[in-house]
C-alpha cells in the first residue's frame, strides 16, 4: 500500500506503516512493559499461594496470576524480538 500527496508532502508506504504500527524503539519499550507487567502478575500470583490460610479461591487466584504472568512475560519477549 502506497499514499503520495502532491509534492511528497504525505507519503506512507509499507516502511513507515510498520513504524507506526509499533515498530521500533516504541515496540521495544511496549515488549519491555509487558516483561515488567507480566513479572508482577507472577509475583502477585505466588504471594496469594504463600498466605498463611489458603482457600480455594486464593489458589485459583495465583495459578491464575502465575498462569497470565508467563504468558505475559512470553508475549512482551517476543514483541521485543519482532520489533525493528
Known sequence: MEL???RN???L???TLSE???GGIW???GGAAQVVAGAGM???GVGLLLVPEPTMLTKYGGAAGIAGGVASVGAGIAQIATSR
Open 13 to 15: 508506504d509499507e516502511f
Open 4 to 6: 503520495a500527496i502532491s
Open 42 to 44: 507472577i509475583i502477585g
Open 27 to 29: 515496540g521495544i519499550i
Open 9 to 11: 508532502f504525505v507519503e
Open 20 to 22: 507506526i504500527n509499533a
